[in-house]
């Protein structure tokens, strides 16, 4: 498992940590998964019961926000492999939204003014199946030290950046030792006057969110941004909700980006209730992405027509504020493209 994040992590969090225990007991066939919601592989269409280089990975707490018996269960979508993904589409690539030209460093991405993304961490504790990054080499980064220092000193080099965003994979998959000292070297750039971390993991690995992680971030100053990654209401279950409410004490900024996915999320309904289950977890929607067409995933993909109608049906529902940005990646764009 955790096959594309093999060195990087450093391991000096304390001893019995339940989300490293969570994560190595995570599912990683699909037989396994199946048999714990109680379904049969003929009960799945066109299922890929042994996926190649992008394995089946999902914590087991995810899982057990799934509804038994449903083949269609939208959580279940997300991290199933289906034998369509084998099939290569015409206008999908594998780097949809042109990380390779934007990268500045090994690992550090220059898209957007002021704003600069570093890859953290290679490893994810999910494998979402629409990812536009499952097709990137994590390991072609090199060691993490080396690299962290050289993207480091790029960022402090380049007094234009005002914002460093921590990414992946997942970057709260680091230790708590490596994200606070890795945070306090980017906090000391003077130029450098916002953190924001993106990461899925407060949502398929609550137990990632303990008391001393929410002592990291509330320490730091200006307080961090945190976008998660949510992209229906059942995956912000009970333990999701307590962990996202104790960051909000803590002054971290929350917000959601979701990606619009057919047979997901693909409704006003679902869409409507995904807002105001995050408004209940202190969390606002930020983005919702139309699909980045990687080799893959063109079965998740949803029309612009109709993600724009999805888009007036929420604005007639919901106050302005629980209604995210419809936007699209579109490489060389100088900001992420509205749609709506
Ligand atoms: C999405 C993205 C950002 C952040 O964009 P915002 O609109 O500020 O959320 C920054 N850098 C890269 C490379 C990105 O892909
Ligand atoms: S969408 Fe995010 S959490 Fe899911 S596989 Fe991709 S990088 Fe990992």
């Known amino acids: 498992m955790l096959a594309r994040s093999t060195t990087?992590?450093?391991?000096?969090?304390?001893?019995?940590?339940?989300?490293?225990?969570?994560?190595?007991?995570?599912?990683?066939?699909?037989?396994?998964?199946?048999?714990?919601?109680?379904?049969?592989?003929?009960?799945?269409?066109?299922?890929?019961?042994?996926?190649?280089?992008?394995?089946?990975?999902?914590?087991?707490?995810?899982?057990?926000?799934?509804?038994?018996?449903?083949?269609?269960?939208?959580?279940?979508?997300?991290?199933l492999p289906l034998a369509t993904e084998r099939i290569a589409r015409d206008g999908c690539r594998d780097d949809p939204v042109g990380d390779t030209a934007a990268t500045c460093a090994p690992g550090l991405l220059r898209k957007y003014a002021g704003r600069a993304l570093l890859m953290v961490?290679?490893?994810?504790?999910?494998?979402?199946?629409?990812?536009?990054?499952r097709h990137f080499s994590y390991s072609g980064l090199g060691h993490y030290g080396a690299r962290i220092a050289t993207a480091v000193a790029a960022i402090r080099a380049d007094t234009?950046?005002?914002?460093?965003?921590?990414?992946?994979?997942d970057p709260l998959l680091l230790s708590d030792d490596s994200l606070r000292a890795l945070l306090?070297?980017?906090?000391?750039?003077?130029?450098?006057?916002?953190?924001?971390?993106?990461?899925?993991?407060?949502?398929?690995?609550?137990?990632?969110?303990?008391?001393?992680?929410?002592?990291?971030?509330g320490a730091l100053h200006p307080r961090p941004v945190l976008v998660i990654h949510a992209n229906h209401a059942r995956e912000l279950g009970v333990a999701v909700q307590a962990g996202l409410r104790a960051l909000g004490g803590h002054g971290v900024t929350l917000l959601n980006q979701s990606v619009l996915l057919r047979g997901v999320n693909d409704s006003a309904d679902a869409l409507a209730q995904l807002s105001e289950r995050l408004i209940d977890c202190g969390v606002l929607p930020y983005y919702l992405h139309q699909l980045d067409l990687v080799q893959g995933a063109a079965h998740f993909a949803v029309p612009d027509r109709t993600a724009r109608d999805l888009l007036a049906a929420l604005r007639a529902r919901l106050p302005g504020y629980l209604v995210p940005r419809l936007v699209r990646e579109v490489q060389g764009e100088s900001c992420k493209r509205p749609l709506a």
């Open 8 to 79: 990087q992590c450093q391991t000096d969090a304390p001893a019995g940590d339940l989300w490293r225990s969570e994560l190595t007991t995570a599912f990683t066939q699909v037989e396994p998964l199946l048999a714990f919601l109680g379904l049969a592989r003929e009960h799945v269409a066109d299922l890929d019961p042994t996926p190649g280089p992008f394995p089946l990975l999902v914590p087991r707490g995810f899982a057990a926000l799934m509804r038994p018996g449903d083949a269609h269960d939208p959580l279940l979508r997300q991290v």
């Open 121 to 133: 961490h290679g490893g994810c504790a999910v494998h979402c199946r629409y990812c536009f990054r």
């Open 160 to 169: 234009t950046l005002t914002e460093v965003i921590l990414s992946g994979g």
């Open 184 to 217: 306090a070297q980017l906090a000391a750039i003077p130029h450098v006057r916002r953190l924001r971390l993106h990461s899925r993991l407060p949502v398929v690995l609550a137990s990632r969110i303990t008391p001393r992680l929410g002592d990291l971030l």
